[in-house]
C-alpha cells in the first residue's frame, strides 16, 4: 500500500492507525520529516512538496456517455436504405426466376441431379445447356 493510499483510507475513515502512517512516511522522506513531527506537521510537509494530495481522482471517466436519439434524417436514410436493400433483392430474385423459367436461346436444357450428401450438406446440383 503506498503512502497516498494509506493517507486516503485515513482521511476516509477506514483506518485508525495514524502511528503506522508517520513510521512510513518518516522512513520513506528522513530528509523532510523530523522524528518529533506528529500527524498534522507530517502531512502539511509532505502535501507541501506534493507527496500527498487530497482530493485524489481516479482516472477512470468522470461521466458516462449517453447515446442521442436520432434525428429525422438519420431515421429517414435509414429507412431509404431498407427499401433500397428490399428493392435489390426483389430484382436479384425475379433475375433468377426468369433465368430458371425461361425457354429458349438461354436455358433451352436443364439437367438435374439427384440430391447428394456431402459433410451433412444436402446438394442438388443443376445444369443448364445454352445453344
Not at 438435374?112 to 451433412?120: F, G, M, S, T, V
Given at each position: 500500500?503506498t503512502?497516498?493510499?494509506?493517507?486516503?483510507?485515513?482521511?476516509?475513515?477506514?483506518?485508525?492507525?495514524?502511528d503506522?502512517?508517520?513510521?512510513?512516511?518518516?522512513?520513506?522522506?528522513p530528509?523532510?520529516?523530523?522524528?518529533?513531527?506528529?500527524?498534522?506537521?507530517?502531512?502539511?510537509?509532505?502535501?507541501?512538496?506534493?507527496?500527498?494530495?487530497?482530493?485524489?481522482?481516479?482516472?477512470?471517466?468522470?461521466?458516462q456517455?449517453?447515446a442521442?436519439?436520432?434525428?429525422?434524417?438519420?431515421?429517414?436514410?435509414?429507412?431509404?436504405?431498407?427499401?433500397?436493400?428490399?428493392?435489390?433483392?426483389?430484382?436479384?430474385?425475379?433475375?433468377?426466376?426468369?433465368?430458371?423459367?425461361?425457354k429458349?436461346?438461354?436455358?433451352?436444357?436443364?439437367?438435374?441431379?439427384?440430391?447428394?450428401?456431402?459433410?451433412?450438406?444436402?446438394?442438388?446440383?443443376?445444369?443448364?445447356?445454352?445453344?
Open positions: 500500500m503512502l497516498q493510499e494509506h493517507y486516503n483510507l485515513l482521511l476516509e475513515g477506514k483506518a485508525t492507525d495514524k503506522v502512517f508517520l513510521k512510513n512516511a518518516k522512513s520513506l522522506f530528509q523532510y520529516i523530523p522524528n518529533h513531527f506528529g500527524f498534522d506537521l507530517t502531512t502539511q510537509i509532505l502535501k507541501q512538496n506534493s507527496i500527498l494530495t487530497e482530493g485524489y481522482i481516479d482516472l477512470g471517466p468522470s461521466q456517455i449517453v442521442s436519439p436520432k434525428e429525422s434524417y438519420e431515421l429517414a436514410f435509414e429507412k431509404y436504405l431498407q427499401e433500397a436493400k428490399k428493392e435489390k433483392e426483389a430484382a436479384e430474385e425475379k433475375i433468377k426466376a426468369d433465368v430458371l423459367t425461361q429458349g436461346s438461354i436455358c433451352r436444357n436443364k439437367i438435374e441431379l439427384p440430391i447428394i450428401k456431402i459433410n451433412n450438406f444436402l446438394i442438388n446440383i443443376s445444369f443448364f445447356f445454352s445453344c
